[in-house]
């Protein structure tokens, strides 16, 4: 069984750049997240989608962050512009209502 | 909302020695509690699953153990081995498909 892929695994980019992440969860996992995880503290939800509809993104800085899940499949997250406070590796994951599967994350560092 | 906290953030063992990690939460309505492992620069790895009408959850050495009455949840692995060196984090789901996490208990396996 694949598992959850995540692409750029690393980026780095200036302050008021922007940033866009991808991921592919695992086939028929219904439920994807976004985690932000800052070094030294656990993931944080950034946002949760059902198929193709948003549980929950009352976390999201939407000043700056987007996310979209197309067809209910795969996702991307869209930094615009990026601040410093930004760097964090970003994690998807997926789940069909049992355990969790991650990817290995996309390492962002903004300078 | 529910908290969830992990002590100690750190732990160093010699080889051999058993690990007992803690997951406290505020919030005693959940649907399940799961631990991952963290290695350095990479995802989360799903170790146990413990669903609420449980009490514990073995795998090989890992055995979790779960109280929802105190709101906790313990980690126990025997036998610890260098290779056991990550971070451990917990994460509840509160019955509506959101996963809160605890910021993990680093620890090190002396050989």
């Known amino acids: 069984e694949?598992?959850?892929?995540?692409?750029?695994?690393?980026?780095?980019?200036?302050?008021?750049?922007?940033?866009?992440?991808w991921c592919n969860p695992i086939s028929g996992h219904?439920?994807?997240?976004?985690?932000?995880?800052?070094l030294g503290q656990g993931p944080k939800l950034l946002i949760q989608?059902?198929?193709n509809g948003v549980v929950d993104d009352s976390q999201?800085?939407?000043?700056?962050?987007?996310?979209?899940?197309?067809?209910?499949?795969?996702?991307?997250?869209?930094?615009?512009?990026?601040?410093?406070?930004?760097?964090?590796?970003?994690?998807?994951?997926?789940?069909?209502?049992?355990s969790l599967y991650f990817g290995e994350g996309s390492w962002l560092t903004v300078v | 909302k529910q908290e969830v906290t992990q002590i100690p953030a750190a732990l160093s063992v010699p080889e051999g020695e058993n690990l007992v990690l803690n997951c406290s939460f505020t919030d005693s309505a959940i649907y399940n509690?799961?631990?991952?492992?963290?290695?350095?620069?990479?995802?989360?790895?799903?170790l146990l699953l413990i669903q609420s009408s449980q009490r514990e959850q073995t795998s090989g050495r890992l055995n979790a153990s779960l109280d929802k009455?105190?709101?906790r949840s313990t980690l126990y692995i025997?036998?610890?081995q260098p290779g056991d060196s990550a971070t451990y984090l917990c994460a509840v789901d509160s019955n509506d498909y959101k996963l809160s996490f605890g910021a993990g208990t680093t620890v090190t396996v002396r050989a």
């Open chain 2, 78 to 80: 025997a036998a610890s």
């Open chain 2, 69 to 71: 009455s105190s709101g």
């Open chain 1, 2 to 21: 694949a598992g959850v892929a995540q692409s750029p695994r690393y980026k780095i980019i200036e302050k008021r750049q922007s940033v866009a992440f």
């Open chain 1, 60 to 98: 999201l800085p939407k000043d700056r962050f987007s996310a979209e899940r197309l067809k209910g499949v795969d996702s991307t997250l869209k930094i615009q512009p990026a601040k410093l406070e930004d760097s964090a590796v970003y994690l998807c994951a997926s789940t069909q209502r049992g």
């Open chain 2, 33 to 46: 509690l799961q631990w991952f492992r963290q290695d350095p620069g990479k995802g989360l790895t799903s």
């Open chain 1, 49 to 51: 989608f059902q198929n």
């Open chain 1, 30 to 38: 219904a439920t994807l997240y976004w985690y932000q995880q800052i």
